[in-house]
């Protein structure tokens, strides 16, 4: 199975920082890459896919790159609804693993 | 409007079943590949099983592979998945998903919590 690790696994920011999680997968899995954000209580939402494409109607604050193994989502400035819990996982191959999660919280 | 909603979540034994639900409305269910995700209480995200559009092809994680089965009825628009043999470490919300562009889950169900214990 192909390991996703996120890195932090926690993160402390302040409304308007600039924010960037990582994200590495243990093979090359293309452009098989996309980002979730989860609220409490609430399902996931699919923030990016295919590493870049942002999903419809998701702010243009967030912002994915990379290629091969490692991968960034990025958040411009950050807003108040934005935090919440991260995950990337790989779509390249079953079983479609995900990160472990990135909590962002506010300082 | 997209909607997925689950059902047939409940308290059961080890070693029970359970068949979760999933119906799925607003787009064309025969047209998409459907996912089950599940999320143990306080903990990340993880991927199930995969069926595609016609039901002919499936995928599991190696944890459930064996004990549950997905399936799909598409003229009634709903995902189903059969889990058998129940564990403690089942305990969780399971999500049924529909696949989009590159095989990301664009529209998730709200859950349905599974608890399996004695």
């Known amino acids: 199975d192909i390991q996703m690790t996120q890195s932090p696994s926690s993160l402390s920011a302040s409304v308007g920082d600039r924010v960037t999680i990582t994200c590495r997968a243990s093979q090359s899995i293309s452009i098989y890459l996309n980002w979730y954000q989860q609220k409490p209580g609430k399902a996931p939402k699919l923030l990016i896919y295919a590493v870049s494409s942002l999903q419809s109607g998701v702010p243009s604050r967030f912002s994915g790159s990379g290629s091969g193994t490692d991968f960034t989502l990025t958040i411009s400035s950050l807003q108040p609804e934005d935090f919440a819990t991260y995950y990337c996982q790989q779509s390249y191959i079953t079983p479609y693993t995900f990160g472990q999660g990135t909590k962002l919280e506010i300082k | ?118």
């Open chain 2, 1 to 118: 409007e997209v909607q997925l909603v689950e059902s047939g979540g409940g308290l059961v034994q080890p070693g029970g079943s359970l068949r979760l639900s999933c119906a799925a409305s607003g787009f064309t269910f025969s047209s998409y590949w459907m996912h089950w995700v599940r999320q143990a209480p306080g903990k990340g995200l993880v991927w199930v099983s995969r069926i595609e559009s016609d039901g002919t092809s499936t995928n599991y994680a190696d944890s459930v592979r064996g004990r549950f089965t997905i399936s799909r009825d598409n003229a009634k628009n709903t995902l189903f998945l059969q889990m058998n043999s129940l564990r403690v470490e089942d305990t969780a919300v399971y999500y049924c998903a529909r696949n989009h562009n590159w095989n990301g889950l664009d529209y998730w169900g709200q859950g349905t919590l599974v608890t399996v214990s004695s």
